[in-house]
């Protein structure tokens, strides 16, 4: 069920009644669940849709170049691969370039929606040390939602554990990691072995 009061904010102000491309100029991305590359167009081309919003101000150019090295840099498969078909590139592929079209924003605020889905897990261990450097080094604040909570939590400041779309527990990264019931529901030896693997 809907809420049916409150609102979303950013930065202090609400922004639930803007545009997509308004919530993007003001420094919010979104990588949804499923990649959702342009598959008609190549690699570039789609990174290049990622910067509209730098192109609409001045100096916006200069920035998109910049953010496009920025990106072959963190996945340098998209730079040899830049010609291609988004459509033909492989899952993996294809979530490194929909990550990247959301960086060509600048955002301060990425959202990730299941960035491991359907993922091998040696593509999964690459997407996740961008994710960490992005936070870490880049000082990006992602809202990361994830069904493999171990890795989830380990590169995670705080976390939050939803049950049919209510919060059930929260608290710092580290408490969640040694928190009994989380271990038993969701850090299972089993699902622990699998990451390991």
């Given at each position: 069920m809907p809420p049916k009061s409150g609102q979303?904010?950013?930065?202090?102000?609400?922004?639930?009644?803007?545009?997509?491309?308004?919530?993007?100029?003001?420094?919010?991305?979104?990588?949804?669940?499923?990649?959702?590359?342009?598959?008609?167009?190549?690699?570039?081309?789609?990174?290049?849709?990622?910067?509209?919003?730098?192109?609409?101000?001045?100096?916006?150019?200069?920035?998109?170049k910049e953010s496009i090295e920025m990106?072959?840099?963190?996945?340098?498969?998209?730079?040899?691969?830049?010609?291609?078909?988004?459509?033909?590139?492989?899952?993996?592929?294809?979530?490194m370039l929909a990550i990247g079209r959301a960086l060509m924003a600048r955002p301060k605020l990425l959202l990730l929606d299941e960035p491991s889905m359907g993922l091998a897990p040696l593509v999964v261990q690459e997407i996740f040390r961008v994710i960490e450097h992005l936070s870490r080094e880049k000082r990006t604040t992602i809202l990361l939602v994830e069904q493999n909570a171990r890795a989830a939590l380990k590169m995670a400041d705080?976390?939050?554990?939803?049950?049919?779309?209510?919060?059930?527990?929260?608290?710092?990264?580290?408490?969640l990691l040694e928190n009994k019931d989380v271990q038993r529901?969701?850090?299972g030896r089993d699902k622990k072995e699998i990451w390991e693997r």
């Open positions: 979303i904010s950013f930065a202090g102000s609400p922004i639930g009644n803007l545009s997509s491309c308004k919530i993007v100029e003001l420094g919010i991305s979104q990588v949804p669940e499923g990649r959702q590359v342009f598959k008609p167009l190549s690699v570039e081309d789609n990174l290049l849709l990622g910067a509209y919003s730098q192109y609409r101000k001045r100096g916006g150019r200069k920035e998109a990106v072959y840099a963190l996945f340098p498969i998209l730079l040899e691969r830049r010609k291609q078909l988004a459509g033909t590139l492989s899952g993996g592929e294809q979530q705080r976390g939050y554990v939803l049950e049919t779309g209510r919060v059930i527990l929260q608290g710092s990264a580290a408490e529901a969701y850090l």
